[in-house]
């Protein structure tokens, strides 16, 4: 997936960034917790607008004439989806995302989209669903850290229980 920069949600368009896996924001761009959405399934999936100014009041239509950059997450925001807080949606640091790969998900922050779509009167065209982060690349790397000490404790727990039931079989 590629990594773009200098992204502008009020001018550009989800079409053209369809194969994003790291997108850098144009500074000023931020999540519109207050315009968030959740959608109840089993889990509540909470899906906000990543927009460039409109820091409160009403939303209007971007200059691109289309909604497509979405903040997202699970049970992180308020039952309306108004008080959205996934990823590092409160950090004023924050202007990156990483693309969502959760399939299961998406579909459901589809659906949370489309209500919001609905409820607004603003068109949604080719949305795109990001987990809202300060540096993309130490994220990366962190669950890169966390898999790996995952995987050797698992080996080593593992080959320990193997070592143990190999011995109470030979008693």
């Not at 640091?93 to 659906?111: I, Q, T, V």
């Not at 609905?118 to 690349?137: C, M, R, S």
Request: net charge negative; hydrophobic share 35%.
């Amino acid at each position: 997936m590629a990594s773009y920069l200098n992204i502008d949600p009020e001018t550009d368009k989800g079409q053209s960034y369809m194969d994003a896996g790291t997108v850098y924001f144009k500074d000023g761009s931020h999540v519109l917790r207050s315009h968030g959405v959740s959608f109840h399934n089993g889990e509540m999936y909470c899906v906000a607008p990543i927009v460039m100014g409109n820091e409160a009041g009403s939303f209007t239509t971007p200059r691109s004439g289309t909604v497509d950059f979405w903040a997202v997450g699970k049970n992180c925001c308020g039952i309306s989806g108004a008080d959205f807080s996934c990823g590092d949606s409160l950090s004023g640091m924050a202007h990156s995302g990483l693309r969502s790969l959760d399939e299961r998900s998406r579909s459901m922050y589809l659906l949370g989209v489309q209500e919001w779509s609905a409820t607004n009167g603003i068109p949604v065209k080719h949305p795109l669903f990001f987990e809202w982060v300060k540096d993309p690349v130490s994220y990366i790397d962190e669950l890169q850290v966390n898999g790996s000490i995952d995987f050797v404790y698992g080996t080593a727990m593992s080959f320990f229980l193997s070592l143990v039931a190999s011995a109470l079989s030979h008693n």
